[in-house]
């Protein structure tokens, strides 16, 4: 079945640094992909999506570029600052059989230091 | 938009009780999930709801739980009897559909404990 695969965590970064979390999956036919972020004592918010390969979704100086040739969407930004700690999640959604759930990895959780 | 309103935030109970979790989603919203959330397994899509009927409750663990939508506006979910492994946050979504970028809207969440 479809499936996400996230690195574990936890990641710990100094404030302005660069941040990578690597995401791939496991789908057949040509799923939509989706960042979530859950901050402490929240519910998951949307923070960038990607909708066909080659797509690149962007928010809050967060970008992920779906790769189909590598089945992978990693998060990336450049400075990170105190206020990104908070747990990332990879999801994907499949349109070939399925009716349209997001399927979520492990999340990763990130700790950005002063 | 008051956004996805879930109760309560928090729920302390003993081994054997019946739970009941709340959900109001966002207006107009034609779909509502429901998903569970713990250390060891991550995030958990249990059931969803499509225009208030249930469209896939594989996720459901067993007998013990079990999830209504009367009306467009409320949803619940069940947990009777409660058992300590059921300790989890519970967090309700909703999405107005489930198009190639459409994004789900999540509630702050029910943390139960059960003792």
């Known amino acids: 079945g479809d499936s996400v695969t996230q690195m574990e965590g936890p990641v710990t970064l100094s404030e302005e640094a660069f941040l990578t979390i690597n995401c791939t999956y496991t789908?057949?036919?040509?799923?939509?992909l989706f960042w979530y972020v859950q901050y402490p004592g929240e519910g998951l918010q949307l923070l960038l999506k990607a909708t066909k390969a080659d797509d690149k979704g962007s928010n809050k100086g967060f970008e992920a570029t779906y790769r189909k040739e590598t089945t992978s969407f990693h998060l990336e930004k450049g400075s990170v600052q105190v206020s990104d700690s908070a747990v990332y999640f990879c999801a994907l959604r499949n349109y070939g059989g399925s009716q349209g759930n997001l399927i979520f990895g492990k999340g990763t959780k990130l700790s950005v230091k002063p | 938009d008051a956004g996805v309103i879930q109760s309560p935030r928090h729920e302390v109970t003993e081994m054997g009780q019946e739970v009941t979790l709340r959900c109001k989603p966002i207006?107009?919203?034609?779909?509502l999930f429901w998903y569970r959330q713990t250390m060891m397994r991550g995030l958990e899509l249990l059931i969803y709801?499509?225009?208030?009927?249930?469209?896939?409750d594989s996720g459901m663990p067993e007998d013990r739980f079990s999830a209504k939508m009367p009306n467009a506006s409320f949803s619940t979910l069940k947990i009777q009897p409660s058992e300590p492994r059921d300790s989890a946050v519970y967090f309700c979504a909703s999405s107005p559909r489930t198009g190639r970028a459409d994004e789900q809207y999540f509630g702050p969440g029910t943390r139960l404990t059960v003792t």
């Open positions: 789908a057949t036919g040509y799923p939509s």
């Open positions: 207006s107009g919203h034609d779909y």
């Open positions: 709801f499509n225009n208030n009927v249930p469209i896939d």
